[in-house]
């Protein structure tokens, strides 16, 4: 009998899974469940762009990898949710994929034929073609490939704001349960967090956890960041 992959287990409510991915959580209900919105006929419906595992209501270690790359499109301007699933589907049809935002194909041919349909089907500028491909190529240098080339690691950023190469964070889902924890030691982000609220010292903890103080700024930011 096979076992379970745990990057497939139902294991974060979609309120955690959106703070720890910095998104809005209404934005990432729409992206998995789908949202109604108002016609001059009759109601509307944007479908999901990812789905948690049947008959859960929870998401799974690879729901936050797919919310991680959508998240690339939405940080230059708002995600068209009907222009990108007709470009998923059109991605997923031409290169044969089942599940496109899962797949290391992002990095290479997959992500160029996602991009040039998602842009063709908003009207986006040249520009903003450019701006659009560098945010979605340093979202894809956060996401951790294993042999098979399916995400084993996310890097997540550490605000909703943050842009920047620094990696200290991580979300593996074989470590403290898939919480974020400080990657170099393995420590959670929340435990962290909790201990200078309770009045311990960066310093203090540095020296307990044997990590630098930039790293227990680090998990703090991230665990209190909007």
């Known amino acids: 009998m096979t076992k379970p992959d745990l990057r497939d287990r139902p294991a974060y409510a979609l309120a ?43 998401l799974s270690f690879w ?24 470009a998923l589907a059109y991605a997923q049809k031409t290169l044969n994929l089942k ?30 073609q450019i701006a659009l491909r560098r945010v979605f190529q340093e979202h894809l240098k956060r996401v951790e490939w294993d042999e098979w080339k399916f995400p084993m690691r996310l890097y997540p950023f550490p605000s909703a704001a943050a842009t920047g190469p620094s990696h200290p964070i991580a979300i593996d889902p074989q470590i403290a349960f898939g919480r974020p924890i ?14 200078i609220d309770a009045g311990e010292t960066v310093e203090a903890l540095a020296a307990d956890y044997e990590l ?6 680090e998990a703090v930011l991230y665990e209190r960041a909007a």
């Open 16 to 58: 955690e899974a959106a703070r720890y991915v910095k998104v809005a959580p209404a934005t990432l209900r729409s992206w998995v469940v789908g949202r109604d919105y108002p016609r001059s006929t009759r109601e509307g419906r944007f479908h999901p762009s990812s789905t948690p595992r049947s008959g859960s209501r929870r």
């Open 63 to 86: 729901n936050l990898i797919e919310a991680h790359v959508l998240r690339a499109m939405r940080t230059e301007h708002g995600v068209s949710m009907d222009a990108l699933r007709k």
């Open 99 to 128: 599940r496109l935002l899962l797949s290391k194909e992002l990095c290479t041919e997959g992500g160029r034929v996602l991009l040039d349909r998602y842009g063709q089907l908003i009207d986006l500028s040249a520009s903003g």
């Open 182 to 195: 400080v990657g170099r030691k393995g420590i959670a982000t929340g435990a962290i967090a909790d201990r």
């Open 212 to 217: 630098t103080m930039s790293e227990i700024e």
